[in-house]
């Protein structure tokens, strides 16, 4: 559940991308709290009505609107801001997607494909895919950044070192994030919320959902941070790892491929054992399973593996 | 503790690479048990009077030497073995290295560290680290595979897609093991037996220990897998996850070069915490830290993040 937070800021569809010269909405003094209402990254091209077939039709300059900025007052460069999860409200619908344009696999999943999903918004049943499969809803925004200070205004499709879309599946609630401030108030943006992901997001999207999100903001002075920085407050994998983990290594010299060839053979071993179809298979992967590095200095050849929860099955 | 088995085999130190035409030392029928005793992968160069001074002088050709093979009555091309962890009896001692030929920071960290490590082989007290930090016990072997159908022998170093150097730290007790046979009899072998290790082993070594391991072996014909894939029986990050984690993220177009990043930070983040210097926590982070792949879709740019548990330091 969201708690009451000092200031509620509405959904916009408007903004997008990262820029100092954007205004924000509101300024708030650290250790204040916001809502951050927020669509869906379709940002209102997908409704609970589409199909594969509307896919080419969709106007994609219009997805992933953020929410935001806003401003803390103080915050100077080197400076970082921490954001502290404090709870989250799904919409209770959403979607996930698979394209030739997203995913590390478009060469044997060329085709659209779009999943539209109803869950308990509670959180109190597990998702369900139609069936066949089933997880726990854990909502995350999967953009959450700072302005960066340069003049041009910055996509919001790759993450950059402020954060941006980082799409990491543990900013979730009790979990304290920290951002690198380059600008005065440091411009903090919410979007691209999920309600559920593995680490990889390897198939393009997560179970893309409208969540608001409630943080509390605070001002850490000269924290001097490369990059963006978390601790989680206990078991990051406890929603699904009680019984174990079926697992696929990829073996490489190259990272990437090592991730293809891992998930290439989870969706052979899931369709073999849970008559799956592929494309099911590559989408709970991109819902529920880890990519892993399991070495990089058996040199030249690295192991990366792909953890798939049993519990989704049991 | 090891169990009973049918057949123990003694450490060997010289036998090195993949080879289908290394004759069996046993061979098995489907069902039995096996103990390995292994020993650790300096292969004699390394005692527990070593210095980082013995180094330059140590014979690297005597590194990583294999206990087997054992070959599998029945096994042929396209089966799978099936390998069960069943205990393992580890010696109390070991090493861990730091050098300029191993590891993903090398520009780092030139100079050569050698840490010799004594530990309570029940594994009841955790192994502690001078002092400064803690961790469990959790042995496994870096090195599990079986011969490849080619002409030449195949260096020990770089894993394979019947296994080898795979240095996957969850291949432990309970954990179920399948290797794809591409020779008659499999021809399994073991060795690089670790008593910790971090997804990744970043720094190039782990806790490196001479470890006995007792396994059942099973035959499961016409399996077709493309690499090695495992079961965990259960949480696979329990031993160290409870309290949650420190993470830092690296955010780059080339996962390898996130990886770097996020370990350099992890690095900045454990010296400025808890006052270790950079090789402590250089080598703490290959012990403890997970590479974990966030995302790898938000073209160009991925992100690639290392999780330090938090109870090495409670």
Not at 35 to 48: A, L, S, V, W
Not at 63 to 78: E, H, N, Q, R, Y
Not at 210 to 226: M, R
Not at 242 to 254: A, H, L, M, N, Q
Request: with cysteine; proline share 7%.
């Amino acid at each position: 559940m969201v708690v009451q937070c000092d200031y509620v800021l509405e959904k916009q569809l408007s903004h997008f991308g990262w820029s100092r010269d954007n205004a924000p909405q509101i300024t708030i003094e650290p250790g204040e709290t916001v809502e951050f209402r927020i669509t869906d990254t379709g940002g209102g091209e997908i409704t609970q009505d589409s199909t594969a077939d509307d896919i080419s039709s969709m106007n994609f300059e219009r997805f992933m609107p953020l929410t935001g900025p806003i401003a803390v007052d103080g915050a100077k460069a080197s400076d970082a801001l921490k954001i502290t999860f404090l709870g989250f409200r799904p919409a209770g619908w959403g979607w996930s997607m698979i394209s030739h344009m997203y995913g590390i696999l478009p060469d044997q999943f060329p085709d659209p494909f779009l999943k539209i999903w109803n869950y308990d918004p509670s959180g109190q049943s597990p998702i369900d895919y139609e069936g066949k499969a089933h997880f726990p809803m854990r909502p995350f925004p999967g953009v959450i950044g700072l302005a960066r200070d340069c003049e041009e205004t910055l996509s919001c499709l790759p993450p950059h070192t402020s954060g941006g879309n980082l799409d990491v599946r543990d900013l979730t609630e009790g979990t304290e994030l920290y951002l690198p401030v380059e600008v005065d108030g440091g411009l903090l943006s919410l979007g691209d919320t999920h309600v559920a992901q593995g680490h990889g997001e390897l198939a393009g999207t997560a179970l893309e959902s409208p969540v608001d999100v409630s943080v509390k903001v605070e001002l850490v002075k000269d924290a001097n941070l490369a990059a963006p920085q978390f601790t989680t407050p206990g078991r990051p994998n406890s929603h699904v790892d009680e019984v174990g983990y079926f697992v696929t290594c990829g073996i490489s010299s190259d990272l990437r491929e090592g991730a293809r060839q891992s998930t290439s053979q989870m969706i052979d071993l899931l369709t073999r054992l849970h008559s799956l179809s592929a494309i099911d298979a590559y989408l709970l992967c991109s819902l529920c399973g880890d990519l892993v590095i399991n070495e990089m200095v058996n040199t030249p050849v690295n192991v990366v593996s792909l953890y798939f929860p049993k519990s989704v099955f049991e």
